[in-house]
């Protein structure tokens, strides 16, 4: 049995953290077994599906090199659709209900407030052919049920274990909507069927649908994959991560935060398991780590600030190559390894490069505030070229003649030189500098 998995996204919003953790926790187990991917857009919802979220899924998802073997979209399978709830119609598993939202909601407030479960009362099913005759001639059309067999549901998950339902204990679920629309506990059970799916893993917030969705596996007679059901993320109050959290987006994480693909696939594909977050630099790695029976039943949380924290550390790591496109897109086409290399260990985003390519390829205004030093250490300056070298160099030199060391030595140069307090190594610095910059910031001028 070859291993299927699917990501199944709702094109109704811009993708979270959560989200894309559950997208990459299924490509790693597919990429893990040698099995494959699809990405299914459960785009029934027509009223609040957008194509321009579709879009947005699909960028996301490339950004992290979680590509698919496979893709699916709902809306082309209405046909498929309509077969099988006319099959389930004709087997009685599905029957019509023609009750009002208002109704239903005076028959749930009645049983909880007689503490009982509100599980629909199956009404419907007590209603003949005449009574059906005279509400449809009233104007109403039915909504349709599923029709729960009252027996144990069970499965061993692959995060909770064993997991027992009791079939009487859950509400016959609506599959198809009154405008005959088929509902989305039908339509992922007949995709996962017909796409021969085997894996379904998916968050914790979809337990109940699994039992409900297990009966309705049989019913179609397709065969019932294996289960896992994680944890959702919280925040660090332990608040659900909502879909409309736009900061959480991945878009903005990209595009605002600047966090590269690598750092957030290292800490999503670690929280809420027993490994310890490290830095990896390719989603190989991580498949190497991978294995679903390390992921915790306890609630992990996502915390932006250790995002952040990775990406500077990611960062640090990262060959020029692997952000020469991110520096061009700054502008900073001219960048080089040399100059990568240099700031790298100051960054905790890209873009802070700019700053750092402003001080060694623009004019600067030195913080020159003794003179007298800077100009007996300009005077000192070797000739170029200039190599990793030269600070030592020439810093040994300036030592020699003016006696100091430390913090008096290095402090005024590097102030002097770019006009600020802290900054990468000057040993890195300074041939990108150049020594005719060198030489004019020393001198107190803008250059
Ligand atoms: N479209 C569903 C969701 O986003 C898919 C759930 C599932 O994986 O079955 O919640």
Redesign the pocket.
């Known amino acids: 049995m070859s291993v299927a998995v699917?990501?199944?996204?709702?094109p109704t919003g811009l993708l979270h953290v959560g989200?894309v953790r559950?997208a990459l926790v299924n490509w790693l187990f597919a990429r893990k077994a040698g099995g494959n991917f699809l990405l299914r857009l459960?785009d029934t919802d027509e009223e609040r599906s957008k194509p321009e979220y579709a879009e947005g899924i699909e960028r996301d998802l490339i950004w992290l090199g979680l590509t698919w073997d496979r893709f699916a979209r709902e809306s082309d399978r209405y046909g498929r659709y309509d077969e099988v709830a006319a099959a389930l119609k004709a087997s009685g598993r599905l029957y019509p209900c023609y009750e009002t939202p208002e109704e239903l909601n005076l028959k749930r407030a009645s049983l909880v407030s007689q503490g009982r479960p509100p599980i629909y009362d199956r009404a419907a099913l007590r209603l003949g052919d005449a009574d059906r005759a005279r509400l449809e001639s009233e104007g109403r059309t039915p909504h349709w049920r599923f029709k729960l067999e009252h027996t144990p549901v069970e499965w061993t998950d692959l995060v909770r274990g064993p997991v027992h339902f009791e079939g009487s204990a859950l509400s016959d679920p609506v599959l198809i909507r009154e405008d005959g629309r088929p509902l989305?506990t039908l339509t992922?059970v007949v995709d996962d069927a017909d796409l021969a799916i085997t894996h379904?893993i998916?968050?914790e917030?979809?337990v109940a649908?699994t039992a409900v969705q297990i009966q309705i596996f049989q019913a179609v007679g397709g065969a019932v994959p294996v289960f896992a059901h994680l944890p959702l993320l919280t925040d660090a109050t332990g608040q659900g991560l909502s879909k409309r959290l736009g900061s959480l987006s991945v878009a903005s994480l990209r595009e605002e935060e600047g966090i590269e693909p690598m750092a957030l696939a290292s800490l999503l594909a670690k929280l809420g398991t027993s490994d310890a977050i490290e830095p990896r630099l390719t989603l190989d790695e991580l498949v190497a780590e991978f294995d679903i029976a390390k992921v915790s039943r306890a609630t992990p949380k996502f915390d932006p600030e250790e995002l952040l924290r990775l990406n500077a550390r990611i960062l640090h790591l990262l060959p020029f190559e692997r952000v020469a496109g991110e520096l061009a897109a700054l502008g900073l086409d001219d960048a080089d390894a040399a100059f990568w290399e240099a700031v790298r260990p100051n960054l905790s985003r890209v873009a802070e490069a700019r700053d750092w390519w402003a001080v060694t390829h623009a004019p600067v205004a030195p913080v020159a505030d003794d003179p007298a030093f800077l100009a007996e250490a300009a005077a000192l300056l070797p000739e170029e070229p200039w190599d990793l070298s030269t600070w030592g160099t020439w810093t040994g030199a300036v030592k020699a003649r003016t006696g100091r060391k430390g913090k008096d030595l290095f402090l005024p140069l590097r102030r002097a030189l770019t006009g600020r307090d802290h900054g990468p190594e000057l040993k890195n610095l300074l041939p990108l500098i150049g020594r005719t910059r060198a030489q004019k910031r020393l001198a107190g001028e803008t250059a």
Do not use: M, W
Request: charged letters at 25%.
């Open positions: 699917r990501f199944a996204p709702s989200n559950l459960d989305y992922s379904v998916r968050g917030d979809h649908n």
